[in-house]
């Protein structure tokens, strides 16, 4: 009898399940809408132009080798990362209280984050401590809070069914009635899976209660420049609640808007109250890591710390990252612009006003299935496309889809 045989099976992870499907799937006209990853308008991958030119430069630059990193990372991709979402004139970088842990891509950055904070915020009693994700949310920021010891991940209100648009109201209402000192997971840009954002002012209030109740805001920023094509617009929650003098954590990653998603390049960047602070914190995620993957790989860190730090590669790199902004934008356009003229029942304006790659489509489960098994459109239970699925080939049909799913089933 085998040692294994009481192990369930557990259950495959949605989206790579999705894809699954769809590659076994022999329909000629099959959409991929699943998958969260940037595709050219011939449906491919796409290998950033600058990302190619530093490879070379990499290649060829003998001082480099393959001994080990320290465990926080390569240095300059700490720093440059926590500067891109931060800005070059941060006063928190200036005064020395702003540090960065070189992670395993955004999922990473957010476990090291999380295993920190089960540790040693919020007293002996921490694993009680509230985690609030939004509702709904990535799937793996439950997954990756509660693995690390947290037993109350809870949901607070953020998509309006109704008004497909952002539910403030129960939102502030949550901030408002949770306890002191619960942690808060947003989404720095391109909220994942709505594509919807608070606007500036909306953020004001959000801060203002977080600040007053203290309440710990942890940011995930997956899209930096990504979402709107402008690195300083989509950095603008974060660097306002430093402005406020807020002590916080922002996980970034860099597989979206470098199209690295398989070198998992992501950063920690902490926030401390001041230099003292952040050393201790440090001295603590140094432990952390040196338990979970020891010290991280450098070809994905070199990549952006090169680019960034090089002012003609950092502009070429905007430009890379803006063309991918620009052909979601335009898809986004289209796909209303095709929905209005074939007159497809409700409104369909929240497509443009959502942002980044993922657009909620307000679909219900029974129209997804449809879509998938009569249409071979594949997308999320949760009614959530890629845009970059969106190809100027596929968009008739998709179109046509959609409006067919709508009018034929409730």
């Known amino acids: 009898m085998s040692v294994f045989c009481e192990v369930p099976l557990a259950a495959p992870v949605a989206v790579f399940k999705l894809t699954q499907d769809f590659n076994n799937d022999p329909f000629p006209n099959k959409v991929n809408l699943g998958v969260g990853a940037y595709r050219t308008d011939e449906g491919k991958p796409w290998v950033l132009p600058v990302v190619k030119k530093v490879e070379k430069i990499i290649v060829h630059d003998d001082r480099l080798n393959h001994e080990y990193l320290p465990i926080l990372g390569l240095a300059e991709f700490t720093s440059s990362s926590s500067k891109i979402v931060l800005g070059d004139d941060s006063p928190a970088i200036r005064e020395n209280r702003v540090g960065g842990v070189q992670c395993l891509g955004g999922t990473g950055a957010l476990k090291i984050g999380a295993e920190f904070l089960r540790r040693f915020y919020n007293g002996s009693n921490n694993t009680k401590t509230p985690v609030y994700v939004s509702a709904p949310t990535w799937e793996n920021h439950n997954a990756v809070f509660s693995s690390a010891g947290f037993e109350d991940v809870r949901p607070y209100k953020y998509w309006d069914a109704e008004k497909r648009g952002l539910d403030l109201s129960g939102f502030l209402r949550d901030l408002e009635s949770c306890p002191e000192h619960s942690v808060f997971v947003l989404h720095a840009c391109a909220h994942n899976p709505t594509g919807t954002d608070p606007t500036q002012e909306q953020w004001k209030q959000i801060a203002e209660v977080m600040m007053r109740r203290k309440l710990f805001a942890f940011f995930d920023s997956a899209y930096q420049g990504f979402a709107s094509g402008n690195l300083e617009k989509d950095a603008w929650a974060v660097r306002y609640f430093v402005s406020k003098g807020v002590e916080m954590f922002c996980a970034q990653s860099f597989s979206k808007n470098f199209g690295l998603y398989n070198e998992r390049v992501g950063n920690l960047t902490i926030v401390a109250r001041d230099a003292e602070n952040l050393k201790r914190v440090l001295s603590q995620m140094e432990k952390i890591v040196r338990t979970t993957w020891s010290n991280p790989p450098s070809q994905g860190a070199r990549i952006v710390a090169v680019t960034l730090s090089s002012p003609e590669l950092f502009s070429e790199w905007k430009d890379n990252v803006k063309t991918m902004a620009d052909r979601v934008l335009l898809m986004r356009a289209q796909l209303k612009a095709k929905l209005q003229s074939l007159g497809t029942p409700g409104t369909w304006d929240h497509i443009t006003d959502q942002i980044g790659m993922f ?34 080939k596929n968009i008739d049909y998709v179109a046509e889809s959609i409006h067919e799913a709508v009018t034929k089933v409730q």
């Open 359 to 392: 657009s909620f489509t307000g679909l219900n489960p029974n129209q997804v299935e449809y879509m998938v098994k009569e249409k071979h459109v594949y997308l999320m239970a949760s009614g959530r496309i890629n845009m970059c699925g969106l190809t100027s």
